[in-house]
């Protein structure tokens, strides 16, 4: 796979990410609480994953028990945890802020990167990082003249979401060269279901569940938000850099402010406008031409 082409597979993934507000919006109106939505999210996804396993190889269900560790870590550390910080900002503080510290995520990946995979800290890498901050402050509205209050509480629990974010793409290295990315996302979901469903106090409203129109936001919610953009990311994970592919996903945010605009009539400023151009222009920057070693490559694989 070439490497624009793995680009192309996170840009589609993120973006698919950046849509799952059409789901999670109509589930809360029906009367399924954050928590539960996460339960939801993560268990269908989890069902979906293992029936395209079953039909398709089973062979890739096999894993060996003590490489558990690294998707306790994937689904756990870093999926589980990531949504409770999320929901716990936003809880603490607000919805812009809580973004904003989420999408400091591509900071901590950089930082990872260097220490466990000795990834090289280029100019290009270094701007497109503070771009993307940045253009994330803008198409949320955080710069200019936000009016909110930021506790220590909403500072860590932002901040924790953004570093659990990051965390995908570290274990997801790593196990990645062990498994096919199919393998890597159902066992990520299989942890993550067993430590969210527990305490989601979902059979609560299992009467709710009653309803088709339900069931069709949970297949939309597993299958286009969840199952297609992990793996399209994972996928593309295996062939560019952990720091590289969190900045490339980082075009989320401009998704969802777009299905705000479009679905929600939710008018954008010039700072909004200005902050998606600033995106964009990130995952431009990140994209550092190698033509030569990737020729190279490319004629030794074939």
């Keep these: 796979m070439t490497r624009n082409r793995a680009f192309l597979m996170i840009f589609l993934g993120a973006s698919l990410w950046g849509i799952i507000g059409l789901f999670v919006n109509q589930l809360y109106e029906h009367g399924f609480s954050p928590i539960q939505v996460v339960a939801l999210r993560v268990t269908s996804a989890m069902v979906m994953l293992f029936g395209s396993i079953i039909v398709s190889n089973r062979k890739l269900l096999k894993i060996k028990p003590t490489d558990s560790r690294y998707f306790f870590g994937t689904g756990v550390i870093s999926i589980a945890l990531f949504n409770w910080c999320l929901f716990s900002a936003i809880e603490a503080t607000s919805m812009a802020i809580a973004f904003v510290l989420l999408y400091t995520a591509p900071v901590f990946v950089t930082i990872f990167s260097r220490v466990f995979f ?3 800290w280029t100019g290009r890498k270094l701007l497109a990082l503070f771009t993307t901050f940045i253009g994330c402050t803008f198409v949320i509205g955080w710069l200019p003249g936000l009016q909110a209050s930021l506790s220590w509480a909403g500072l860590l629990f932002g901040l924790g979401s953004g570093l659990f974010y990051a965390l995908y793409s570290i ?10 990315s199919l393998t890597v996302t159902f066992y990520t979901f299989l942890f993550a279901a067993l430590a969210v469903v527990p305490f989601s106090g979902l059979w609560e409203e299992a009467s709710l569940l009653n309803d088709i129109r339900v069931w069709l936001l949970i297949l939309g919610l597993g299958l286009i938000s969840t199952v297609l953009p992990f793996l399209l990311y994972t996928k593309g994970l ?6 590289r592919a969190s900045i490339v996903a980082t075009i989320e945010p401009v998704v969802a402010t777009l299905v705000g605009y479009f679905f929600y009539a939710e008018v954008l400023t010039i700072f909004q406008y200005a902050g998606v151009v600033l995106v964009l222009l990130s995952v431009i920057i990140v994209q550092e031409s190698k033509k030569k070693p990737a020729q190279q490559r490319e004629k030794s694989a074939s």
Aim: charged content about 40%; cysteine-free; aromatic content about 10%.
């Design 118 to 120: 000795k990834e090289a």
């Design 238 to 243: 295996e062939h560019v850099e952990s720091s």
């Design 171 to 180: 274990f997801g290295k790593v196990v990645l060269k062990k498994y096919r």
